[in-house]
C-alpha cells in the first residue's frame, strides 16, 4: 500500500474507510542508535538506514535504541545529523513521533514511530525494571482511513523476570488508555528468544503470525526472532524480514514487516 493509495479530501485527510483498505503494513527496526561496529571500525549507518526506512514502505514504522542526541557521536562523524536521529529517518510525507527511554552521560535515546497516517495523541510510560535497564513504551493514536488506531513501540528487558513484568505492565496500561472496541498494533524489540512471552501477550487478545525463517538477531547470522509485531482487532496475515549484506551492516537487528487484513 502506498501513500498515493489513501483518498484524502481537501484537508488532506484520509477520507476512506476501512473497506477501502487491504491491509495495514507495520514495521519494527531496532536501529542500534545509527551506529555500528567495535572500536576505531566504528562506523555511522544512519544516512543508510533512512534509505532503508523508506524501502520498507510502511504504514507504521516502529523504531527503538532512537538517538535525540548524543554528544560524542557528533564529535566523532563529521556527517552526525544535525536533526534528532527520528526526524531524520522520517520519510517525506510521514510523520515522526519520538520520546526518551534512556538517559546517558553523552545524551538521550528512546522509541520512535514514523507514521503516514494523521497523529491523533501520543504517550509515554516509564517501563524499568531494574536501575541498570532504562526502558519504556511509546503510544502513539493515528487515524486510518477515518478510524483509530493504537500503535504501542516497545524495547524490554533483557532479563526475563524483567521481560514477565513489563509485559504484566504493558497489560495494565492497554486496559487503561485503549479502549476495547480500537485496534491496536504492539511492536518492537521485545528481546523475547524462544517466544516465551507469545502466551501472555495472545491472553489479552494480541496475537501474531508464526511463520518460519523469520530470526532477526544477530543480523549477520539470524539465529532468532527477538522482534515481534502483535495486533489486537486486525488480522496478520504476512510476515517477512529483509534480507541481504547491506541489512546485515546496518544494525545487530533485521527489520520485521507484518501486513494485517483490515477486514
Known sequence: MTAAAHATSESGQPESAFGALSTLRVATYNIHKGVQGVGPARRLEIH????????????????????????????????????????????EGYRAVYETNAYTRHGEHGNALLTRWPVVRHG?????DHRFEQRGLLHVEVTV?????????????????????????????????VPPGEPLVVAGDFNDWGARMRPAMNDVGLVDL??????????RL????????????????????????????MSDHLPLVAEFALD
Open 48 to 91: 543508510n538506514l533512512g534509505h532503508a526506512v523508506e524501502q520498507l514502505d510502511a504504514d507504521l514504522v516502529c523504531l527503538q535504541e532512537v538517538r535525540k542526541l548524543n554528544r560524542q557521536g557528533e564529535r566523532r562523524f563529521a556527517r552526525w545529523p544535525v536533526q534528532p536521529q527520528a526526524d531524520f529517518l522520517c520519510p
Open 124 to 128: 509515554h510510560e516509564d517501563m524499568s
Open 145 to 177: 482511513a477515518g478510524r483509530p488506531v493504537h500503535a504501542i513501540v516497545v524495547h524490554l528487558g533483557l532479563i526475563r523476570g524483567s521481560r514477565v513484568r513489563q509485559v504484566a505492565q504493558l497489560h495494565r496500561y492497554i486496559e487503561r488508555e
Open 210 to 219: 508464526v511463520m518460519p525463517r523469520c530470526a532477526t538477531y544477530p543480523s
Open 222 to 249: 539470524p539465529l532468532a526472532q527477538l522482534d515481534f509485531i502483535y495486533g489486537r482487532g486486525l488480522r496478520p496475515v504476512a510476515l517477512s524480514v529483509p534480507r541481504g549484506r547491506i541489512w546485515s551492516r
